[in-house]
């Protein structure tokens, strides 16, 4: 027996040399390429997303019947802290390391704008992260008994969110700075306009919560927990950011993920890109919800401008249907599951925004219970979790070098459309209960089904991990620089893994689809 | 896989990567501030308009400390920017100086602001108003360690020689965010201190 069968020369295979999409432990302690960096926060994300879909459903079955599946402060608790987890642990890395991973690529750059602040980011996350799942299985969510509990769970979201914030200072810093020569503003790729558009209402927005987890923390260690600190007033005070109009500040990214996606595998150039780029930033202007605070400001719904942030933000995203409607009409749309993903991400973003300005309707009477608000959450993440997903399979090729399984994909499309709908419009329904009295009679199929919804997502979230490792499966077909034949930007043009470095030469950009240029 | 053959580059235009990336960093540390005093005020409108008084029976917040701190932080962002031009013309020895100036009128309000603390005679425990004040001065404090800690890492790089008039976008970024430190005291100064 040989200790080879063939040559060394002939295993030209680039993925056998090249890094996997699981890195060896080494490489990942020790790395500071953006690459690295990213695929560990979507990785991570995902399996973030499962456990906090989960937990949602839980939270959710609690209330079928009599209620006495979990104690109310448990259901209570889970509830709260899967939607905070769901935010910080789920979808803001999930686009934050799909941001770290892609954006240099599509600018050009060899690397992301300070490494080893994004490395030490993605770190202080993951930390952050786990002391906050620990902190919330001792009794630590908020309006917790055990105090030291409760400013652990404390501590660990302001940990979580200063490194948010750090990352996210690296990939703006990225499409700010190290753009390539010829690569305008107006110039970049959807999805980095998308990911400056919304990382900078999360640079604008996430400190205030820094700020409102100060107080509490400040009151809870050193004041009387009379105040801030106190346990019935403590998630009043971080609410916002899982209410409507701040909940929309983690989907933005999302709009350019769909964008992007539509444009590549439809093969033609977006027209009126400076609408859709418009569309884009007005609704990230429009999700800037950090002064909505409950605890601060109880009578927010009833202020005119919270009614007309939530009314309004449903016109950019009607512009971005129009300019995917424009697009799969004049293109030929090849029928791969990242399309189907993204056009389910815009369709559940549609029936979010929609639910979102039902929801400032005053004499709907739907803010009377928490239910319809809470359907509107679930349709939102959702739809940003399949915008992730959607992100994954497209730009999976590109992480892995291998081509994904489409049929995962193609399964994911139903599953998160499903998830989504079932999940979001059945509580969105319940939210009714108040006006109709027929209703309470389905009270408890609406959520059955409901749990069925969450239940579903939390399969989405464990499929897109799989699709992600079939592409790096060693009998996954080679990708190649441009798997989908027709790649607009730049990241389509350097190999699939890309090399330390990225690009051998710098390109100059004379349009925003620098590689149809090349090909005319 | 044939990658694409693209045209030659031209010159690269060095990115000013540290300052952009430290406007960033001072534009979400202001923003804290913002939340922070958003809330302070919004408290204090509250216990105002039901006809009581802001601050506890008992204590009281002085204005000359405030005042002092104020002016001290003034010629620290003097002295910041005659480090900056210093650096820009080659000055070595100018820049160091005003560097080290710098730091210094950053610890004399650090010792200025614990002074003030036991002035006010507020106790933490007792309400809103100690959790606020002490959590936003605390917070500054933090931040202008940040800002110094920033300035110092600058001028031990400037030390090494790693700046000059051609490239001294390190201590412009330090700069920046010392600018934002002073400006957040600013807030400070006219919501918590100067308005009662």
């Known amino acids: ?520 | 896989m044939t990658a694409h053959v693209l045209p030659p580059a031209p010159p690269v235009q060095r990115p000013r990567v540290l300052v952009v990336g430290a406007a960033f960093a001072a534009a979400a540390s202001f923003m804290v501030f913002i939340g922070l005093i958003g809330i302070y005020l919004a408290a204090r409108v509250d216990i105002i308009n039901a006809g009581a008084k802001w601050l506890p029976e008992g204590s009281k917040i002085p204005l000359q400390q405030p005042n002092t701190m104020f002016i001290t932080l003034i010629m620290s962002v003097v002295t910041m920017q005659w480090a900056v031009a210093a650096i820009a013309k080659n000055d070595r020895v100018n820049a160091y100086l005003a560097l080290g100036l710098t730091l210094m009128l950053g610890v004399a309000t650090i010792i200025m602001t614990t002074y003030l603390w036991t002035l006010m005679k507020l106790d933490i425990a007792s309400g809103l108003q100690g959790v606020l004040i002490y959590t936003i001065t605390g917070a500054h404090i933090v931040m202008l360690v940040v800002a110094m800690l920033f300035v110092a890492l600058m001028a031990l790089r400037a030390l090494g020689g790693q700046f000059t008039a051609r490239q001294h976008d390190g201590i412009t970024a330090a700069a920046l965010y010392w600018y934002a430190m002073v400006a957040v005291y600013a807030l400070i100064w006219i919501s918590i201190y100067v308005t009662k």
């Open chain 1, 1 to 520: 027996m040989a200790l080879t069968d063939t040559r060394p020369e002939t295993g030209t295979d680039a993925r056998a040399v090249a890094p996997s999409v699981v890195p060896s432990p080494l490489t990942i302690f020790g790395s500071g390429d953006h690459k690295a960096v990213g695929t560990f926060y979507v990785l991570a994300a995902l399996i973030f997303g499962v456990a906090g879909w989960v937990a949602t459903a839980l939270s959710s079955a609690h209330e079928i019947g009599s209620g006495t599946f979990l104690s109310s402060m448990a259901a209570r608790q889970l509830g709260q802290t899967s939607q905070v987890g769901l935010i910080l642990l789920v979808i803001v890395p999930l686009f934050l390391g799909l941001a770290t991973y892609i954006v240099p690529l599509q600018v050009g750059a060899s690397t992301v704008a300070f490494p080893r602040a994004a490395a030490a980011a993605m770190w202080t996350w993951l930390l952050g992260s786990g002391v906050f799942i620990v902190a919330s299985f001792i009794d630590g969510g908020f309006g917790g008994d055990r105090t030291k509990s409760v400013s652990l769970t404390v501590l660990s979201l302001g940990g979580i969110i200063v490194a948010l914030l750090l990352g996210t200072v690296c990939v703006l810093t990225t499409a700010i700075t190290l753009r390539t020569p010829g690569m305008t503003l107006d110039r970049v790729p959807m999805f980095t306009f998308s990911m400056l558009v919304g990382g900078a209402i999360w640079m604008l927005t996430l400190p205030v919560m820094l700020a409102n987890l100060l107080l509490i923390w400040v009151d809870l260690r050193y004041g009387g927990a009379t105040v801030f600190g106190e346990a019935s007033l403590q998630f009043g005070q971080v609410s916002w950011l899982a209410h409507e109009p701040q909940i929309y500040a983690f989907l933005v990214p999302g709009l350019g993920i769909v964008a992007d996606i539509v444009a590549t595998l439809t093969g033609a150039r977006l027209a009126h890109r400076n609408v859709l780029l418009f569309a884009v930033g007005a609704f990230g202007v429009l999700s800037v919800g950090a002064w909505a605070q409950n605890a601060m400001y109880p009578n927010f719904a009833d202020d005119l401008l919270w009614q007309a942030m939530s009314v309004v933000a449903v016109l950019p995203i009607l512009l971005l249907l129009g300019g995917v409607a424009t697009a799969m009409k004049s293109g030929k749309p090849s029928l791969k599951s990242p399309l189907g993903l993204a056009v389910i991400s815009l369709l559940l973003t549609l029936l979010g925004v929609v639910a979102g300005a039902l929801l400032a309707i005053t004499p709907l009477e739907l803010r009377s219970t928490n239910a319809f608000a809470n359907g509107q959450f679930i349709l939102v993440l959702g739809a940003a979790l399949a915008a992730g997903a959607a992100g994954i399979g497209y730009w999976g090729p590109k992480m892995t070098g291998g081509l994904c399984v489409d049929a995962i994909g193609k399964l994911n499309v139903l599953v998160l459309l499903g998830g989504g709908a079932l999940g979001g419009l059945s509580l969105c329904v319940l939210g009714f209960t108040t006006r109709f009295n027929g209703l309470a009679d389905a009270y408890d199929a609406l959520l059955v089904v409901s749990v069925a919804g969450s239940v579903l997502l939390a399969l989405g979230s464990l499929l897109v991990i799989l699709g992600l490792l079939s592409g790096a499966h060693k009998s996954a077909p080679e990708a190649g620089a441009n798997p989908w034949g027709t790649g607009q930007t730049l990241e389509w043009a350097c190999a699939s893994p890309p090399p330390t470095g990225n690009f051998a030469d710098l390109a100059v950009v004379r349009s925003p689809e620098p590689l149809l240029d090349e090909e005319a």
